[in-house]
């Protein structure tokens, strides 16, 4: 004989085998792709408990090579070690038999299939709407001949008060506290809804002393695990002394409990209530929310239902309003006639708020860790400054201007951004033979990949390749706002031992001008309001000429010179922003963005040449000893 609400079910699947208790405190489990909130939940509601470990043993993340995700086990981070597949996790950790599974609808069967075939498991919470019923049924068959025990598919899990919960069964912490779960009750409750669970935890806080257990067995057609079966369990529970029954609309899986309660397999006092006695007042069949709750024939009507309940022997209310004082009255009576001692009341341990959830109701202020003054990316488009993607298109901003927002924090006029562009293209470039392109180069005959090639070459920036345009503003500030003689600052520098930056050339001399610092000087003169420092450079270079005939202002010092008299032209900056412009290093910068032009060139150059790392002959080596 088979139960009316489950076809091809035995009766009494799992329940009539005397089988009670599914999870305890020590019950540990594995949960199947990796979801942070429900998981930190569970990790919450077992520091309420007060448990002595973590209920989740391990995270399966399919693919994964290892690893860990980092939770909070009440005040102490924790880190539950991740594995990539189910069989990994039932190897490593044997102890954890309770399979959650918050796989997808297309993933929920092969997952859990899997789960159920390890010899470890002994219980499978499939939390995914949708399983096609064929899956679904073949799931059920197999757990019934391996003695296993599958709650879901479309389940919210379930809770057993003080011991252990599932994903995100009854729901928030607010909910948790508020219904009493972090200390075990004395009611049982089965219903096929998740959301309506959660209601009816807080209704039996009120009526009752709370839930010893609770399932939500999922709205489907043909769930895993029945009302019947779990109610049959707690009737094998010294624990439970009532038992509590939500059923709905649709389907027969109601009539297996008036079996039960006929044959007298459960005989504790059960409140029953089967909703969706409006479907009545509907002239056409009613599909509620649940796959399940679908108004059929007569006998899957609430009405009919609710009857055969009570003719059985279930207390059913007249109706759902009802429902709590009925609750409340049996509750009364069996701790009236020393049944039910109720439990003790006890202030649970705070729960830290996340700093996230602190941060939105105002409880703490948290100092951020990165400040940026430069760009935006809220809102409906990113802003360099303050400044629009659109207002800067409309104006045919050019690379100057981003440079000019992103770097000095200013609009700044057409003349000086071009002039950062002039500056861009003429240094994008010095031919293979210098340090950083060479670099470059060999990185790229070596095979590595461009970001590698660019990398290496710019690593190679330094005082004696590049990286002296900053030097070379710095001493001629210091120099020229000093008021130093050209011959005193070159002869001071010597003194020193130092060379003077931006001065020299191995190629260009005084015959042979660059020009680079031509097209640099002729654009400033036409354009900038004052050249001063510009000035200053070529008064040391005429005096180093007298020296060597290479010893020209070079395109560094060229730029660097500029640069100061653009920042004090320009009429935007104070006296001690242009010093933190040099102090900084700003004006390296541009070398670095010029240049990384001209080494991504020849990387890609290479890699379509596709030349093999070149061997230096013989005797092109000098070995000394």
């Known amino acids: ?84 597949s189910i069989q990994e996790a039932t190897a490593a950790f044997p102890k954890a038999d309770v399979f959650i599974n918050f796989a997808s609808m297309r993933s929920a069967f092969e997952s859990s299939f899997d ?6 498991i002994r219980v499978v919470a499939i939390i995914a709407e949708g399983v096609p019923e064929r899956d679904t049924k073949q799931l059920i068959a197999y757990a019934q001949e391996n003695n296993k025990i599958i709650i879901g598919p479309a389940t919210v899990g379930g809770v057993q008060a003080g011991a252990f919960k599932i994903g995100d069964a009854a729901g928030t912490l607010d ?9 075990p009750g004395s009611v049982g409750f089965v219903s096929k809804s998740g959301g309506m669970s959660n209601e009816m935890y807080n209704v039996l806080s009120r009526a ?55 044959s007298k397999r459960i005989t504790k006092p059960v409140v029953a209530w089967v909703s969706g006695t409006c479907a009545k007042l509907f002239k056409s069949e009613v599909q509620f929310g649940h796959a399940g709750a679908k108004s059929g024939g007569d006998a899957e009507s609430a009405q009919a239902k609710n009857a055969a309940l009570a003719a059985a022997g279930a207390i059913v209310p007249g109706s759902f309003e009802e429902l709590e004082g009925t ?20 202030a649970p341990p705070v729960v830290p708020m996340d700093l996230a959830m602190a941060k939105k109701t105002g409880k703490v202020r948290a100092p951020t860790h990165i400040v940026s003054s430069i760009c935006d990316d809220r809102g409906e488009e990113p802003t360099y400054c303050g400044v629009t993607m659109s207002e800067l298109i409309e104006n045919d901003a050019n690379v100057g201007d981003a440079i000019s927002l992103l770097w000095f924090k200013r609009r700044l006029p057409r003349y000086a951004t071009k002039f950062i562009e002039m500056c861009v293209v003429l240094c994008a470039d010095h031919g293979p033979c210098v340090s950083g392109a060479h670099n470059t180069i ?17 690593l190679t920036i330094g005082p004696r390749f590049g990286g002296a345009i900053d030097d070379a503003a710095r001493y001629f500030k210091q120099a020229c706002d000093a008021g130093q003689e050209a011959d005193d600052f070159v002869e001071g520098m010597k003194r020193k031992g130092i060379r003077v930056p931006g001065i020299g050339h191995r190629i260009k001399s005084k015959d042979n001008r660059d020009k680079r610092v031509e097209l640099l000087q002729r654009y400033a003169r036409k354009h900038f309001p004052s050249t001063r420092y510009l000035d200053y450079g070529i008064s040391v270079e005429e005096y180093t000429l007298q020296k060597a005939a290479n010893l020209v202002l070079n395109v560094d010092g060229c730029i660097g010179a500029l640069f100061l008299d653009l920042l004090n032209s320009v009429g935007m900056f104070s006296p001690q922003e242009i010093q933190e412009v040099v102090d900084i290093g700003y004006l390296n910068g541009l070398f670095v963005l010029a240049r990384s032009i001209g080494f991504i060139g020849h990387a890609l150059d290479q890699k379509r040449l596709q030349q093999p790392l070149f061997r230096y002959p013989w005797d092109e080596v000098l070995y000394t000893k």
């Open 442 to 458: 060999v990185t790229a005959r070596a095979g590595k990949d461009l970001i590698s090639c660019l990398v290496s070459g710019l």
């Open 1 to 84: 004989m088979t139960e009316m609400g489950s076809p091809g079910r035995p009766r009494g699947a799992f329940g009539s085998s005397g089988r009670g208790q599914l999870f305890s405190k020590d019950t540990q489990a594995i949960f199947f792709n990796w979801k942070q909130l429900p998981v930190q939940r569970m990790l919450d509601f077992d520091f309420l408990c007060g448990r002595a470990t973590p209920s989740v043993a391990v995270i399966v993340q399919p693919g994964s090579h290892g690893g860990f995700q980092k939770l909070f086990f009440g005040r102490e981070e924790i880190a539950i070690p991740q594995v990539g």
């Open 208 to 262: 009752a002393d709370g839930i010893y257990e609770g399932i939500a067995i999922g709205g489907d057609a043909f769930p895993g695990s029945t009302l019947s079966d779990h109610c049959l369990r707690y009737q094998h529970i010294p624990q439970v002394k009532m038992i509590v029954v939500l059923g709905e609309i649709g389907g027969q899986d109601e009539y297996s409990l008036v079996d039960a309660l006929k």
């Open 175 to 183: 909910n948790i506290l508020a219904c009493k779960l972090y200390r």
């Open 115 to 120: 789960a159920l075939k390890q010899a470890t």
């Open 327 to 346: 609750i409340r009255k049996v509750y009364g009576e069996l701790r009236a006639a020393g049944v039910i001692t109720p439990a003790a009341e006890f």
